[in-house]
């Protein structure tokens, strides 16, 4: 089945920092991807869809400057908080979508957990 | 526009008791419904989906699901609880390429 992995699991960081986390499909390629935010208790709120060669598309109250996304190939798509701060500290998950899959049916990685100190 | 409700962020029931959990939808086109389960510090893991035809569908862990179309409802249920179900339970619709998600249930199973 389709499978999609998340690097790293868990990251501490310091204010001020900037975090990479990645996101990757591995068993099938993904021209699309979609990255979520779930804060403790909460439920998963698009942050935004990242799109294979171009640039991505942003929720509303999603600030693009601060949460870089690169989808430089077809299995990988890369999540950057800039100069993260406390606020930022929350369960990030990524999802993909193999081609032909009928009913836009999405496989979920399994999330990394950012804490900013 | 398309929306998500779960009735009841919280449900405990009794080891060996009937699970439900509700859910109803709201979307302007025929949805796809999906029901998610999310453990402690992992990502979420596909229960079971309805996209078309059968009402009733069966997921893994002995989950089921009716499809209401009149009530625009996905309520998921188990007729025995088991001590690992305890988790979070997350409904989503899909239409198109995005999904909407519930606030999510967290079951307790009580021993």
């Known amino acids: 089945g389709a499978v999609v992995s998340q690097h790293p699991s868990r990251v501490i960081c310091k204010s001020g920092t900037s975090v990479k986390i990645e996101c990757r499909s591995l068993d099938f390629q993904a021209t699309t991807m979609f990255w979520y935010r779930q804060f403790p208790k909460q439920s998963l709120m698009l942050m935004a869809t990242?799109?294979?060669?171009?640039?991505?598309?942003?929720e509303q109250g999603v600030e693009k400057d601060k949460f870089l996304i690169n989808h430089a190939s077809l299995t990988l798509s890369t999540l950057t908080v800039t100069s993260a701060h406390p606020e930022d500290s929350s369960f990030y998950i990524c999802?993909?979508?193999?081609?032909?899959?009928?009913?836009?049916?999405?496989?979920f990685g399994p999330g990394t957990r950012l804490t900013v100190l | 526009a398309q929306s998500v409700t779960q009735l009841g962020s919280h449900v405990s029931v009794s080891e060996g008791a009937l699970v439900l959990l509700r859910c109803n939808y709201s979307?302007?086109?025929?949805?796809?419904l999906f029901w998610y389960v999310q453990y402690p510090n992992q990502g979420l893991q596909l229960l079971l989906k309805?996209?078309?035809?059968?009402?009733l569908v069966k997921g893994i862990n002995g989950f089921e699901a009716e499809f209401k179309k009149s009530e625009t409802s996905f309520h998921l249920t188990k007729p025995s609880a088991h001590m690992s179900d305890a988790a979070e339970y997350f409904c989503?619709?899909?239409?198109?390429?995005?999904?909407?998600f519930g606030t999510g249930t967290s079951l307790t199973v009580i021993p």
């Open positions: 989503a619709v899909n239409t198109g390429n995005q999904f909407y």
């Open positions: 999802s993909a979508r193999p081609p032909g899959t009928p009913y836009n049916e999405q496989f």
């Open positions: 979307s302007s086109v025929p949805p796809y």
């Open positions: 309805y996209t078309t035809g059968a009402t």
């Open positions: 990242s799109n294979e060669g171009s640039k991505a598309t942003y």
